[in-house]
């Protein structure tokens, strides 16, 4: 209302001020008066524009970054990611190679003698897709209409690193002593305060001796372990490894005593047991296979419309693909977001006997 009679009494002072000077020539002094009144009027009016503006509250708009661990890059395991779509309940099966044994000539047999049959020189290693998981988020309609910021991108940012940390902790649930015999230290224990760049040496050794891959190797390890490597001055130092891991939170090492990357990871005693320190190996000691969700199929089928879309997704810092499912509520107009991940991980023995699947591939050190 304030500001409707300042617009008012300006237009009608511009008024009186344009109709004065037809004959402003006769009274310029009169002129110049009224269109001081008629600029002030309309500063005044500017004035009180500018302070409605300004009253009126701000939403901040910037979203802080989420409490996120940095994640192992699940492809340093051997991962069978494929965008062809299946069912739950089907079996990857994949074959890792053996060494045949030698024999000598025999006058009789020739070459044949004790030959081994090629499809024995396969190992199977089964994954049986059994695992469905998800993690779904709403966009209420009326919570969308009185947000200045997108909820749905905000929202539904994190998703896909909340299904690939979970797809690497139950990874990690299975780097437990059942599934690989093989233990590093005294007793099969070492101490944080003792995992220093000796200790990790020893570790090479008896991967060696393992016969694990000579490189690809990783090692996955908890936060007492790395504070205490990073302790060592030999691995800081320019004259060894030069880790200095400065501008980093999380503790890094790589190429460092034959293993390509080793990470620290907080939750390591969470997911893989109270009492294991580290989990070391090559490519061939987990087994991850993944295979993308689609439920469209029988509305295709049955000629139904389809009310849900399915799109093609990958976590940027796992590598890890999986499928990300949409549809908006008749009605209510709420929208609803999930990524889904069909998957399931093999680790070493997969619980059998020791020394057969990929047994070797691993090896535990353990804190107690």
């Known amino acids: 209302m304030k500001t409707l009679r300042f617009s008012l009494f300006a237009a009608g002072t511009l008024t009186v001020a344009c109709s004065l000077a037809v004959w402003g020539f006769q009274a310029p002094a009169l002129a110049l008066f009224l269109c001081l009144i008629v600029a002030s009027a309309l500063l005044r009016d500017q004035e009180t524009a500018l302070h409605a503006t300004l009253s009126v509250p701000e939403l901040l708009l910037d979203v802080m970054e989420a409490f996120k661990l940095e994640l192992f890059p699940i492809r340093m395991w051997t991962t069978d990611f494929s965008s062809q779509t299946a069912v739950k309940g089907d079996k990857i099966t994949a074959h890792i190679a053996t060494v045949p044994t030698t024999t000598t000539y025999d006058p009789v047999t020739g070459f044949a003698n004790n030959a081994t049959a090629a499809e024995s020189l396969l190992l199977d290693v089964s994954v049986t897709l059994n695992q469905l998981r998800i993690c779904p988020v709403q ?152 295979r993308q969700v689609d439920f469209a199929n029988a509305a295709a089928e049955l000629g139904v419309p389809q009310i849900m879309e399915f799109i093609p997704l990958t976590e940027p810092q796992t590598g890890l693909t999986m499928t990300g499912a949409g549809w908006q509520a008749a009605g209510t107009g709420d929208v609803f977001f999930s990524p889904a991940l069909l998957f399931d991980v093999s680790a070493g023995n997969a619980g059998g006997t020791a020394g057969t699947g990929t047994d070797a591939a691993g090896l535990i050190a353990k804190t107690a």
Do not use: H, W
Request: with cysteine.
């Open 139 to 290: 966009v209420k309609f009326l919570s969308q209409l009185s947000s200045k910021m997108p909820l749905y991108r905000e929202a539904t940012r994190n998703t896909g690193f909340a299904l690939a940390k979970f797809v690497m902790d139950y990874g990690l649930s299975k780097c437990t002593m059942t599934n690989f015999t093989s233990a590093f230290g005294t007793g099969n224990v070492i101490a944080a305060a003792n995992f220093n760049l000796d200790a990790l040496e020893s570790i090479r050794t008896q991967c060696n001796t393992q016969k694990m891959a000579g490189t690809g190797r990783f090692g996955i390890i908890g936060s007492p372990y790395a504070q205490s490597l990073q302790n060592d001055d030999r691995v800081k130092s320019d004259l060894f490894y030069a880790q200095l891991n400065g501008d980093r939170g999380y503790r890094v090492f790589r190429n460092i005593a034959g293993f390509e990357e080793i990470i620290e990871y907080p939750d390591l005693l969470t997911a893989a047991g109270g009492n294991i320190g580290g989990f070391f190996g090559d490519r061939r000691s987990v087994v991850i296979a993944t």
